[in-house]
């Protein structure tokens, strides 16, 4: 059975962190890309980091030099680590593995910028 559980979503104030962690199992995680995606109310699921089995990140440049993405293939985990969080990262933050025609989403974790 795959899962994919998101955890460390929370209430921040700008400029502060977070860091998201997802544990994945179910699947052989090491070959699959990573990802993290969210949805803010009223938008669509748009991408905020996406890592490959041999480590190569991509973001897009509403987050580029504040979000890090990272993974553990010997613990089946990827993280998400938000710095100089602002009020339009408000969203459901959702965990994302993809290998060819497979693709596996979690329920996601509420994440809420606001002083």
């Known amino acids: 059975q795959v899962q994919l559980v998101e955890s460390g979503g929370g209430l921040v104030q700008p400029g502060g962190s977070l860091r998201l962690s997802c544990a994945a199992s179910?699947?052989?995680?090491?070959?699959?890309?990573m990802g993290w995606y969210r949805q803010a109310p009223g938008k669509q699921r748009e991408l905020v980091a996406t890592?490959?089995?041999?480590?190569?990140?991509n973001y897009p440049d509403s987050v580029k030099g504040r979000f890090t993405i990272s993974r553990d293939n010997a613990k089946n985990l990827v993280y998400l680590q938000m710095n100089s969080l602002k009020p339009e990262d408000t969203a459901i933050y959702y965990c994302?593995?993809?290998?060819?025609?497979?693709?596996?989403w979690g329920q996601g974790t509420q994440v809420t910028v606001s002083s």
């Open positions: 179910g699947f052989i995680f090491n070959i699959y890309t």
């Open positions: 994302s593995g993809r290998f060819w025609t497979n693709t596996y």
């Open positions: 890592i490959t089995r041999d480590g190569t990140t």
